[in-house]
């Protein structure tokens, strides 16, 4: 199964090469997180807020030199959110955005929750947990294309991508 895409993949189509950068330069990727659990049969999304405070996000870092974009995706839903789980096999949807002056692409997983700690190592940041249509009236057009790529392969049982319920 090839990674689903908004049409950003490399030159080639290569989910090898996800960030596509021209001239050898290393991809710099980023890895999200979106935590959710099924609730009486309905399914709930965890947001966290940012690291300013003013808004509402999922989970999501930088993939550093030596770790998968799975290990960094696990990681950061800990880190912000105190979140554990399972995570999707392979990235759901991915998006480009620009941070620090340099083109990221955005690897975004699904992350069937476990465990939510009471105690976790950015607990600053505010969580809470939302339906798909909350979240696409509270987030960002980046994030709720994310959001409705991973809604959409939970309800769609043909997809199999993400673990079973």
């Known amino acids: 199964m090839s ?32 935590p959710y659990r099924w609730v009486a049969g309905e399914l709930r999304y965890l947001v966290v807020t940012s690291s300013e405070g003013d808004r509402w996000i999922f989970p999501k ?27 999707s096999a392979i990235p759901l949807h991915r998006y480009p955005r620009k941070k620090w002056g340099h083109d990221w692409t955005v690897l975004v997983f699904g992350l069937e929750c476990v465990e939510l700690a009471a105690d976790w190592s950015e607990s600053f940041r505010s969580r809470r947990w939302i339906t798909f249509e909350e979240g696409e009236a509270l987030l960002p057009r980046d994030l709720r294309e994310s959001l409705e790529a991973v809604h959409r392969q939970l309800t769609d049982p043909g997809q199999g991508s993400l673990p079973e319920r």
């Open 61 to 87: 870092g930088v993939v550093d030199p030596g770790f998968t974009a799975q290990e960094s995706a696990i990681a950061e839903a800990f880190e912000e959110a105190g979140a554990r789980g399972q995570l």
């Open 3 to 34: 990674i689903p895409s908004n049409g950003n993949s490399g030159p080639a189509g290569d989910p090898a090469d996800p960030a596509g950068q021209p001239g050898g330069d290393p991809p710099r990727l980023q890895a999200c997180a979106i």
